[in-house]
């Protein structure tokens, strides 16, 4: 089996305070480039394993297997058979940059969980166990726009008019974690994100992780700079960074955009796709 772990953004993003468990709420909204990371699992293994190849497989090397995310997943996710649990053996080709607000290994665990239930069924509690792996999971399980709230495991699937918008991620090859970002919010909030169709409310909407992560990341700056001047209906960072997208019109100009971006800043990792 073969799945692709779609690369999440946050068209936007408001921080709305800090709770008392050191999480903050969120209003976001979430959305998914038909581009990622791909899983290719074998099933009825005796025993679970996991496999990193890929181009930022060694970003994930200091970690040890039993840390990645998806074996976290698996554990969560155990597939009882008749002689013994089903195991998987997984290769993960990683595409996406790692510490990058793309998402990516909430992304790795919600494709692993959808096979998953697609093949041994939906426990009633997913939600909750994928909440437990990161506040992301939920979100990246489902894989389609939604309005995130709560700490961004309460979702709303929004029939989105941006679906088949062409999109370009841009990174500056800075990992950067997301911990320390929420941590550097300056604790105001600046309102609720508004009511209206997605092309109304998103371009004034906001990030308001931008700052902090500008912050410990100047280069983000660049990106946003560098992304606007190729003209899109939207360039934003996404998540917590350093990652930033642009939304564009026209496949086109995305291409013209990423051709622009390449020539100028050939150290920056982009990914091209459009907007599921
Ligand atoms: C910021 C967002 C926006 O979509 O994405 P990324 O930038 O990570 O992709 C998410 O809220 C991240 O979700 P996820 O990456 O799953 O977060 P978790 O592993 O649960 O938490 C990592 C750390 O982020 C902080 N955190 C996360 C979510 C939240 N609502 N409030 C927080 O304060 C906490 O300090 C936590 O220890
Ligand atoms: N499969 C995985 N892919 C990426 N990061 C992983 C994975 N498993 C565990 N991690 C750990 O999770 C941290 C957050 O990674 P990632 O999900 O890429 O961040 P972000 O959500 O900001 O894009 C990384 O620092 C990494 O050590």
Known sequence: MKATAYAKINLA???R???ADGYHDIETIFAFVDAGDV????TGQAEDRLQVVGE????LGGSSVGDN????AL?????PGADGPDGWHVTLEKNLPVAAGLG????DAGALIRLICDSHGWPEDWQERAARLGADVPACVVSRTARGTGTGTELDVIDSELTGMAVLLVNPRKPLATGPVFKAWNGLDQGPLAQGTLREIVPKARNDLEDGARALVPAIGQVVGALKATYPWLARMSGSGASCFALYETAEARDAGAAEIAMRHPDWWQMSGTLL
């Not at 899983?39 to 074998?42: F, I, N, Q, R, Y």
């Not at 990516?104 to 992304?107: K, L, R």
């Open 39 to 42: 899983l290719s699992v074998t």
């Open 56 to 59: 930022f497989a060694a970003a």
């Open 75 to 79: 554990n969560a996710f155990p597939r």
């Open 104 to 107: 990516g290994g909430s992304a």
């Open 17 to 19: 305070g800090r709770r």
């Open 69 to 72: 995310i998806l074996m976290q």
């Open 13 to 15: 993003l408001h921080v």
